[in-house]
């Protein structure tokens, strides 16, 4: 495979009511990415905007925020799933030969709706939404799966909220930087059991974007290159109860594949830093085993021992990850931003010292049916 | 310098999306509602791969991507496998909360069905414990024929 390169990255900050349309959101993620970029529009080949339709209140969100993104008289095409895939896909067009440049943009306005409704609706109507099952209700479910199989506790999960909302104190971008103890999380308000207020995310507004390269459309582009070294993508059963909750099957298969590519044997020993998709507090231990970072059931184990942490063997989620910043669908591009960051070494506070390796994780479907792994390095 | 935007106020519009939908159940879903429905039956179908007994009914195994080919009668009993107290309410909840949610393995089933536990103390339920359907008195043909799982 040739290699595609990120040349440019742009977020806006997330919050939890931006007044900014999502054209100026867009527009905002778009420009900083080819600002970062050294770029013009006019060295973009094509261009892939990332949204969800019911999010949004609107069909095709997708096209209507094309101006912002700069794709006036450009191929643009769409996807509707985390912005990791977005970029994958946005890859793909350039490994199709039709283009050498691509701009790949997402947003979100979580804000303007309500989460509960809007992710009711993405379960069987036939046999699954009437019961009123949302994203937070079917996450519990699995929390408590995994509880099961691994022998995990809620102050486990209360442990990775201390560390990413710590964490967040670090990234200028993120929505809830706070210090709390794991008494806090576990004194906070009962949303589902096992999970409680701090061990969900908050659902934000933000956007982001990115510029990816091939070989040959390096020269319009004055920033060194973060070359994507290794990625995958794979997907689940979409149904809850026809997969197997506490152990991700999908994520594991998207992990080898990508180190593969990347050459990555030891992953805990070999990534300089990881950026995972933690909705909520408990995912995070699970995606360890899922990467391999730990064995399987064993996730625990890093964060009680703090290897995860800033100082660890591999942090995790420098920038504070999801669970205290959540613009759905944006995430995962996030995610690819920092780990992009750490490589350039132009994480600021939050930057893990002599990073050259950096995971980056997206998720998409009820409780993380789909993955997608970025390794990318210098 | 002052910015003009900064002596604009925001303009907010409130809408609400109402469509209808007509979302056909399939041959093979619908046979398993009228199971319930008529005879408070709860059926699945077998994969001639994997062995797997879906219930829900599934006309393809997702796993072997074949047609299922066997209808199997499973238990109205099973266990426990996850469940969750919600204490948030919402438009879209059957019930006011507290309510939960249960993921129950039924006997003869492979996998799990998701439904509502009910006429129980929350307080008291545990993964593996056995429950059993409770069967909605009125029954028109909907997952809700199924009234919620109960401790058996």
Request: with cysteine; glycine share 10%.
């Amino acid at each position: 495979m040739s290699k595609i390169a990120i040349v440019g990255v742009g977020q806006t900050t997330c919050t939890r009511s931006k007044i900014d349309t999502f054209e100026e959101m867009v527009f905002e993620a778009a420009s900083k990415a080819l600002a970062d970029a050294g770029a013009e529009i006019g060295d973009i080949d094509n261009v892939v905007t990332v949204s969800n339709d019911f999010w949004d209140g609107r069909t095709i969100s997708s096209m209507a925020v094309q101006e912002a993104a700069g794709s006036w008289g450009k191929d643009v095409s769409t996807v509707e799933g985390d912005g990791t895939f977005g970029a994958l896909y946005g890859m793909m067009r350039i490994l199709s030969g039709s283009f050498d440049t691509t701009l790949v943009v997402s947003h979100m306005k979580g804000s303007e709706s309500i989460m509960n409704l809007i992710t009711n609706a993405m379960f069987d109507p036939i046999y699954q939404r009437g019961m009123g099952i949302d994203a937070t209700s079917a996450a519990a479910l699995q929390a408590r799966s995994y509880m099961t199989m691994s022998g995990a506790t809620e102050e486990d999960f209360a442990r990775v909220s201390v560390k990413n909302h710590g964490n967040a104190k670090n990234n200028p971008y993120a929505q809830l930087p706070m210090k709390i103890t794991v008494g806090d999380v576990m004194a906070s308000r009962k949303i589902a059991e096992p999970l409680k207020l701090l061990d969900c995310s908050p659902i934000g507004d933000g956007a982001a974007a990115v510029v990816l390269s091939n070989k040959k459309g390096l020269k319009r582009f004055r920033k060194e290159p973060v070359w994507i070294k290794g990625v995958a993508h794979c997907s689940d059963s979409f149904t809850l109860g026809y997969r197997d909750l506490a152990k991700s099957r999908a994520l594991k298969e998207a992990a080898q594949k990508a180190y593969k590519m990347a050459g990555i044997k030891k992953p805990l020993k070999d990534l300089d830093v990881a950026e995972l998709y933690d909705a909520y507090s408990y995912m995070e231990l699970m995606w360890y085993e899922g990467l391999g970072f730990a064995p399987e059931g064993k996730g625990y184990e890093l964060i009680r021992e703090n290897a995860t942490g800033m100082k660890g063997e591999l942090p995790v989620n420098p920038s504070g990850g999801v669970v205290s910043s959540h613009p759905v669908f944006v995430a995962g591009m996030v995610r690819l931003i920092e780990a992009t960051l750490q490589v350039r070494g132009e994480a600021g506070k939050r930057q893990v010292k002599g990073a050259k390796t950096a995971l980056a994780h997206g998720i998409n479907g009820p409780c993380g049916q789909a993955h997608c792994v970025y390794v990318v390095g210098a | 310098m002052t910015d003009w935007k900064d002596k604009v106020e925001n303009m907010v519009y409130s809408g609400r999306i109402k469509v209808p939908y007509l979302w056909n159940v399939g041959k093979t879903g619908s046979r398993f509602l009228i199971a319930i429905r008529d005879n408070k039956e709860i059926w699945g179908t077998r994969c001639p791969g994997c062995g797997r007994v879906y219930v829900p009914p599934v006309k393809t195994c997702g796993e072997c991507f074949v047609p299922t080919t066997e209808w199997v009668k499973v238990s109205d009993t099973g266990v426990l496998e996850s469940f969750t107290v919600v204490h948030y309410s919402y438009e879209m909840q059957p019930r006011k909360a507290p309510l939960a949610y249960g993921l129950i393995k039924l006997d003869g089933a492979d996998g799990a069905i998701l439904h509502l536990i009910g006429d129980t103390d929350f307080a008291k339920l545990k993964t593996g414990m056995k429950v059993k359907a409770v069967f909605a008195e009125e029954r028109v043909g909907s997952i809700a024929d199924i009234k919620h799982f109960t401790p058996a």
